[in-house]
């Protein structure tokens, strides 16, 4: 069985201060257009579960439109590290982490409509550990691996460096340890920085 680990898009959700919120109405209806209703909507592209595009942070970076496919299909193995504000290379290798695609679990609750003061993020040791190990792809409940208030984007820039694509603000509350199979895909908007995803998972050996 597969479970969705996509946060839902409402017109409540949290938004990055200074980005376009997300909204989705009805431009016409079936009773005016006499056959169908139609939906419009506007948003920023680092809404709810979204990729990170390098080109986000990198002018030089792939768009999100260039980014392949067959890594973000694959197996995974999903964590749980609660009460940490730096998670370091050192927490990291006490997991089997097998796989190319990661995901951490930081907090037992997802409140999507409020936007965080803080995150935790990893220490540049933890991210040369990943991609030692092979990871292609990492995520998180979270709206940012930096922190919020970052202006230069280490860690952004780290997992770029290290060949990591990044998904922030997965939806892991309901979901546990263990390994699964992972389907995470953006829409294939050309020239974009990032797009929201849909991001399911279903657990190894069921």
Not at 139 to 154: A, C, E, R
Not at 188 to 202: E, T
């Amino acid at each position: 069985m597969w479970i969705d680990i996509t946060q839902q898009l409402t017109n409540n959700i949290a938004h990055w201060p200074g980005d376009e919120p997300f909204h989705f109405k009805l431009s016409a209806t079936k009773e005016e257009t006499g056959s169908v209703n139609i939906g419009s909507i506007s948003t920023s592209t680092h809404i709810g579960t979204h990729m990170d595009a390098p080109y986000h942070f990198d002018e030089e970076g792939i768009k999100i439109h260039e980014i392949d496919v067959n890594r973000l299909i694959g197996d995974a193995t999903l964590i749980e590290i609660m009460d940490e504000t730096l998670i370091t290379q050192e927490i990291l290798k006490k997991y089997d982490i097998k796989g190319t695609i990661i995901m951490i679990k930081t907090k037992s609750e997802a409140h999507s409509e409020m936007f965080p003061e803080s995150v935790p993020v990893l220490t540049e040791d933890a991210i040369q550990y990943l991609s030692s190990i092979g990871i292609k792809v990492f995520g998180i409940d979270v709206p940012s691996v930096d922190d919020i208030d970052s202006k230069t984007l280490n860690n952004h820039h780290a997992f770029n460096q290290y060949d990591i694509i990044n998904i922030e603000n997965l939806l892991l509350e309901n979901v546990s340890e263990g390994y699964y199979n992972f389907i995470g895909l953006p829409l294939n908007i050309v020239g974009a920085d990032g797009s929201p995803i849909r991001a399911v998972i279903s657990k190894k050996g069921e």
